[in-house]
């Protein structure tokens, strides 16, 4: 069946850098949107970015926009967010999932915390 | 941009009840962008309808959902323990803030 598992996260300090992945299977990756939803300890669902099956179009939420880079690597199956200049704001748990207009499946998310 | 409002934040029902599910969007959009999600504590969010009405793969029959324009609906008909949760509706790139169900 559809599978997404993330990786990648962890503590890292304010202006800090971290790079999740998010490993695809049971369905033609590259046949497919990908997006990056985050959210916050107790809070609600934030999309973050998301990005055209090649890969030529990307779009961010403003509040990340400069800061996060999506990406993607059809033929590893795989799709990656690059987080630099971390504030403690952006400490989340980080969900990939696949997107038609909505987003299913989700992965399990991993969670990122931003502090000194 | 496009808000999207739930309500209730909170709605506290028991076992058996049906429940209703409200989320308003600041301006009229196409059925064919609205779902809905539910996520259990601990859990990622799991897709139970699309285009407004259509349940996703597995999800069982209590669910329904409804509306237009500015208006949709999710309804459980006969709520059973696994459905206390956390409901979100979604639009494009914007969600609810959620609607929590907890048990009365």
């Known amino acids: 069946q559809e599978q997404l598992v993330e990786s990648g996260g962890g503590l890292v300090k304010p202006g800090g850098s971290l790079r999740l992945s998010c490993a695809a299977s049971?369905?033609?990756?590259?046949?497919?949107?990908m997006g990056w939803i985050r959210q916050a300890p107790g809070k609600g669902l934030e999309w973050v970015s998301y990005i055209s099956s090649s890969g030529s179009s990307i779009y961010y939420a403003d509040s990340v926009k400069g800061r996060f880079t999506i990406s993607r690597d059809n033929a590893k199956n795989s799709l990656y967010l690059q987080m630099n200049s971390l504030r403690a704001e952006d400490t989340a748990v980080y969900y990939c999932a696949k997107m038609a207009i909505w987003f299913d499946p989700w992965g399990q998310g991993t969670l990122v915390t931003v502090s000194s | 941009e496009i808000v999207l409002t739930q309500s209730p934040g909170t709605l506290s029902l028991s076992p058996g009840e049906r429940a209703t599910l409200s989320c308003r969007a600041s301006?009229?959009?196409?059925?064919?962008?609205l779902a809905w999600y539910q996520q259990k504590p601990g859990q990622a969010p799991r897709l139970l309808i699309y285009?407004?009405?259509s349940r996703a793969t597995g999800i069982p029959d209590r669910f329904s959902a409804s509306g237009s324009g500015t208006d949709f609906t999710l309804t459980i008909s006969r709520l059973e323990p696994e459905d206390f949760a956390v409901y979100y509706c979604q639009q494009r790139v914007t969600f609810g803030g959620g609607t929590k169900m907890e048990i009365k």
């Open positions: 049971g369905f033609t990756f590259g046949d497919y949107y």
């Open positions: 285009g407004a009405s």
């Open positions: 301006q009229s959009l196409s059925s064919d962008y």
